[in-house]
């Protein structure tokens, strides 16, 4: 690769072993970190590689206990950073992990240009004189709260997708729900597919895409339940979707579910916790997303009812 007068704002460092002695570089790191052919054309036009601090190429075989560096370059926001407070349960060099509360937006759109996590996020980095580009891991609705996930490069958001196409990631969601279940826990298996006429709406259909929820009621109220739910699909309004169709909507929905709530005024849906593996030294991490106050509340009262 030819020298490169870019600055950089990550650089991975590896150290080959035995068993790749003979390869090439994009053998070794295709296969051992799952870098990508896109991430590898990102690297040739953009970023830098070295094997022993030496201007390096991915076809260059490899010797046992080579020193492969792999950098990323700084890259520019791609949209306005906005000052407006935002809860950080984790950061570092390559992901950052927010606690995102109940009616803000995840990233800019024509109708939110200012008021959204991304630009949020931006305004951080703004601060702290870093440069980095949002590409998220996952995505919530506007009125959900809870674990947003934000890679820092294009190969952490390969590393961490992959997982998630290859149902590895596990992730778990709290949820208020009208009515007391029969079934205390199990799973729900309904396809779903995007409604005819409405640009929101999702529908189960028998022509819909897979779609499966498992969950457990964690405690019952009055005329409530609380429930856990887990993804083992991932699809948009899946729980809102799915908890309707079983005839148990989620409180507070205003889109799926009928009966208009007083306790709160977005759906009673938080993202609890997030699990995969870190690409940086394929470390398994769990992160977890405490319940906002209006949340909260809502317990409170309907424990007392």
């Not at 991915?58 to 206990?65: A, C, H, N, R």
């Not at 407006?84 to 992990?97: F, H, P, S």
């Not at 980095?132 to 390969?158: E, P, W």
């Not at 007391?180 to 779903?192: L, R, S, T, V």
Request: aromatic residues 10%.
């Amino acid at each position: 690769m030819k020298k490169n007068k870019k600055e950089f704002s990550t650089t991975y460092i590896y150290k080959t072993d035995k068993k790749y002695e003979g390869e090439n570089v994009y053998y070794f790191l295709e296969n051992e970190y799952d870098y990508s052919s896109r991430t590898f054309r990102y690297i040739i036009r953009e970023g830098r590689l070295l094997i022993n601090d030496k201007d390096a190429m991915f076809v260059d075989i490899l010797k046992e206990e080579d020193i492969i560096k792999v950098s990323f370059p700084v890259e520019e926001a791609d949209a306005p950073s906005t000052d407006m407070k935002i809860d950080i349960i984790y950061e570092d060099d390559d992901i950052a992990v927010i606690n995102k509360k109940p009616g803000m937006v995840v990233h800019v759109t024509k109708s939110h240009p200012l008021d959204t996590l991304q630009n949020a996020i931006y305004h951080k980095w703004e601060i702290e004189k870093k440069h980095f580009k949002t590409r998220f891991v996952n995505r919530l609705d506007m009125d959900t709260s809870g674990i947003v996930v934000i890679a820092k490069n294009k190969y952490v958001h390969h590393f961490i997708q992959n997982q998630s196409i290859n149902n590895q990631i596990d992730k778990k969601y709290v949820l208020i729900v009208d009515g007391i279940m029969d079934q205390k826990e199990g799973y729900i298996n309904a396809p779903i597919k995007r409604a005819e006429g409405h640009p929101l709406r999702r529908i189960v259909a028998e022509d819909g895409k897979e779609c499966i929820t498992k969950y457990k009621v964690i405690e019952e109220f009055k005329n409530h339940s609380l429930v856990e739910a887990k993804l083992i699909t991932g699809r948009t309004h899946q729980l809102r979707v799915h908890f309707s169709y079983v005839g148990h909507p989620i409180l507070g929905d205003s889109l799926y579910n009928e009966n208009k709530s007083e306790l709160i005024s977005h759906q009673a849906l938080h993202a609890k916790s997030i699990s995969f593996v870190h690409p940086r030294g394929n470390k398994p991490m769990t992160f977890e997303a405490e319940l906002f106050d209006d949340f909260k509340d809502v317990l409170e009262i309907l424990k007392k009812s």
